[in-house]
């Protein structure tokens, strides 16, 4: 179950945002065997085309496709040196496979910011050093080891060496890991050493309830967009306050509330649909009359695999799987029409699954 961390310095608005998360929470009856942590919530990831599959199908049920977070409350300045309890924030992250960094954005005087004034580049830089820190020793370590393995005559370390050097450098310089990936090589070294800011990550620029849905005028969201252009990242604008208020609503006045500020979806859900994306996941249907239902899968997962995620019985005596886009299923209407047009494909056990494939699993039992 793939999680992304919300990570950010004190009074930026994480607990308030991950409130509306969990307020807006998924259907635990979805979910009845996951065990859901205080820090953890659950929610679903928005998608328009599971409510037209459930017109066209009139399911008994529709279940959403859904993704964790996990707050990850007080890191600060010094974590990486086991200031205020830091380390453990650090391991915390180190279990995340994604990190979403909230930096306030918005001005109120009543709100103490941690480091004195409103600087959303400041505040970035200052997390980034805590991880870069963190991941300096981890690398310092490998380093040692693998000089050990030179001296006793492993030929392979000597690259591995020199990759390490580089990755340290670059860490030193205060650049995040996963800027410099840029060969397999290096990606494998990477990758075994579970570095904090390899982690894929992006912005969250939580700014004032009166910019939700335009912030293009606040100069702090530039900077927070320009920094981020840098590493390719996304920045996600939310008002965490205005998020929490529409957690609290019912889904129609919920819908009036985001109208009338100008908006056509809530920040959490571009956020979910963000992180989604950031994590290299997509959606595969199952449509039916009992239930129309969204899967998550890896980008790339095999068809075989994608039916291991429904039942393993599936997985193991699956023959192949007949498959409509969902593109095609609503140009034609119906399934029975996208098949009599010849829309609906047999694909075999070396099919890579597309997003919004509609699906059907023929298997021995
Ligand atoms: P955390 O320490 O990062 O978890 O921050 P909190 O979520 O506790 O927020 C700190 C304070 O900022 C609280 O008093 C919030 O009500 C306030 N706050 C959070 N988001 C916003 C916002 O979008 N606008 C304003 N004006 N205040 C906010």
Redesign the pocket.
């Known amino acids: 179950n793939l999680e992304v961390g919300i990570v ?12 509306a998360i969990t307020k807006a929470g998924a259907e635990a009856a979805n979910y009845p065997f996951c065990t859901i942590e205080p820090n953890v919530g659950v929610v679903d990831v928005p998608d328009d085309r599971l409510w037209k599959l459930t017109e066209m199908y009139n399911p008994k049920r529709t279940v959403p496709a859904a993704m964790r977070f996990v707050d990850i ?1 007080g890191l600060v300045k010094g974590a990486a040196q086991g200031e205020g309890l830091g380390n453990k924030f650090l391991s915390h992250i180190r279990q995340v496979d994604a990190v979403a960094q ?1 930096v306030r954005c ?1 001005t ?1 005087d ?2 103490t910011h941690v480091a004195g004034n409103l600087d959303p580049l400041r505040d970035i830089e200052i997390i980034n050093t805590e991880l870069c820190l963190a991941d300096l020793e981890t690398v310092e370590k490998r380093t040692e080891r693998v000089q050990k393995l030179i001296k006793s005559g492993d030929k392979k370390a000597q690259a591995e060496l020199e990759i390490l050097q580089q990755v340290q450098q670059a860490l030193s310089d205060g650049q995040p890991a996963r800027r410099i990936v840029k060969d397999d090589e290096t990606a494998a070294v990477l990758k075994e050493l579970f570095l904090l800011t390899l982690k894929p990550t992006l912005f969250v620029a ?4 009166a910019e939700a849905a335009d912030a293009s005028a606040n100069p702090h969201v530039a900077k927070v967009r320009e920094y981020a252009a840098h590493e390719g990242a996304e920045v996600i604008i ?5 998020e929490a208020e529409i957690a609290e609503l019912p889904a129609e006045e919920a819908r009036e509330f985001l109208a009338d500020l100008g908006l056509e979806e809530s920040g959490l859900d571009k956020l979910i649909r963000a992180s989604f994306t950031l994590l290299g996941l997509m959606t595969f249907f199952t449509a039916g009359e009992p239930e129309v239902r969204a899967w998550t899968i890896a980008c790339g997962t095999k068809a075989p695999q994608a039916a291991g995620k429904i039942h393993s019985d599936i997985e193991r005596g699956f023959i192949r799987a007949e498959i409509v886009s969902y593109d095609d299923l609503m140009a034609t209407g119906a399934y029975s029409a996208a098949r009599e047009k010849g829309l609906v494909r047999l694909e075999g056990k070396d099919y890579i699954m597309q997003d919004g494939d509609v699906t059907y699993f023929r298997f021995n039992v």
């Open positions: 950010g310095l004190p009074n930026v608005g994480k607990s308030t945002l991950f409130n409350a909230v918005f109120d009543n709100i939580n700014v004032s309830e939310v008002s965490a306050k205005v």
